[in-house]
């Protein structure tokens, strides 16, 4: 089974950064596409960004020239720097996977546990 762990949240100011990693894990041989989806207290979960493994990218355009997401295939991670951080990007960063090829054959998506991400005024 795919298992994704986050890590890279935390506290900081406004204008601040931090930078999220996820990593995957459990006999993968290919991951179609990963991405950052997040959930603001209160609010339903939205994308944030997202990379295929050819290194197309998404970005909502509430985060596009504040955001990177870059991926590293053979080490199946996926990662998010943030920039110029807004007391509005506060939420639970989710990691996702879609499209998993593993030793036991595909997974349609996968998701991580969350990394939680809070940005002060």
């Known amino acids: 089974q795919v298992q994704l762990v986050e890590s890279g949240g935390g506290l900081v100011q406004a204008g601040g950064s931090l930078r999220l990693s996820c990593a995957a894990s459990?006999?993968?041989?290919?991951?179609?596409?990963m991405g950052w989806y997040r959930q603001a207290p209160g609010k339903q979960r939205e994308l944030v960004a997202q990379?295929?493994?050819?290194?197309?990218?998404n970005y909502a355009d509430s985060v596009k020239g504040r955001f990177t997401i870059s991926r590293d295939n053979a080490k199946k991670t996926v990662h998010l720097q943030m920039n110029s951080l807004k007391p509005e990007d506060t939420a639970v960063y989710y990691c996702?996977?879609?499209?998993?090829?593993?030793?036991?054959?595909?997974?349609?998506?996968?998701w991580g546990q969350g990394t939680r991400v809070t940005v002060s005024s």
């Open positions: 996702r996977a879609w499209g998993v090829i593993t030793n036991k054959g595909y997974e349609d998506t996968a």
């Open positions: 459990g006999s993968i041989f290919r991951i179609n596409v």
């Open positions: 990379i295929t493994s050819e290194s197309s990218t």
